[in-house]
């Protein structure tokens, strides 16, 4: 299973409401809901956690619930205040309060005086077991560019880090506007294919609505599966006929740990791919493109740069037919 996929689908950051079941069965595993509620948890109710904070003022001590809230607080310089956090979060030294879901009591024991949580229908039961232990929880959506901007703001005016969060911003702004100058500046778009996870000789990708197909249309590349679910399944007979001039999977993994990994897959599989004849297979080397964190800025400028270079290049030709003896 690809660890970052787990990361992001996993942990709901592209639920909306009517994609039911999406994400489990991109992962390919079942979602479970471990949902304990407990009044008190080590000799101590959610009260004593409480500060002023609950009011919304500055908090001292979080728990974060989604990989992109964790990478934030951590880019604000307030990683510190983390006392709590999913295994899919990069946050070495925090307790585990879950992974796919929060699991209430381990939140409870990290006596947070604030929540992150991501605002997803998935979530909802989850967000309201937590707010009824008393806990103050902040939902912020994380879908497209936008909701990016207004998480990182939201958490900066809650954690004493404005300036920061300006700054970051201001990063993400100017990535975005780079990549839409540089795409403005050439005719060809070439077709693009997102991978999540590749499983039973389906390709997981995104048909459009998130944060990815926003940032494709931004750097000037045209996303062959648009149109499709939030995160489609597609056969293989199906990536071969839309022909994709790159491909590129969203996060490492055991099985696709680089490029030459990735390539050497879709050589073996669809080998006459446009894609897999110019050798434009990429593996992104870290979680920044798969989440809306401050990488992300990073992240827009190095995908418009491989989309720059392949449009540059000569269309693939077909792969010639092999000729009958």
Known sequence: MPLLLATTRRQAQLTRPGDAGREGRARGVGMHLGLALLALTVGCGPSAARTEAQAGGEAAR???LAPSLTQMVVGLGRGERLVG????????GVAVVGDARPQVERVLAARPELVLAPRYASMAADVAGLRAQGLDVLELPLESVGDARQAMLALGERLGAQAEAAAMVSALDAAMAGARAEAQARTARPGVLLVYEVADGYVYTTGGGDHLAEVLDAVGARNVAAGGALTARLPLERVEAMAPEMIVHVAPSARFGDDAAALAYWRAASPTLPAVVKKRVHVWPNGALATHGPGLAQAVARLSAL????????????AAATASP
């Not at 956090?85 to 070495?92: G, K, L, Q």
């Not at 989309?307 to 077909?318: L, M, Q, T």
């Open 62 to 64: 979080v728990v974060s």
């Open 85 to 92: 956090a999913t295994r899919y979060c990069e946050a070495p």
């Open 307 to 318: 989309v720059s270079a392949a449009a540059r290049e000569p269309a693939a030709r077909p």
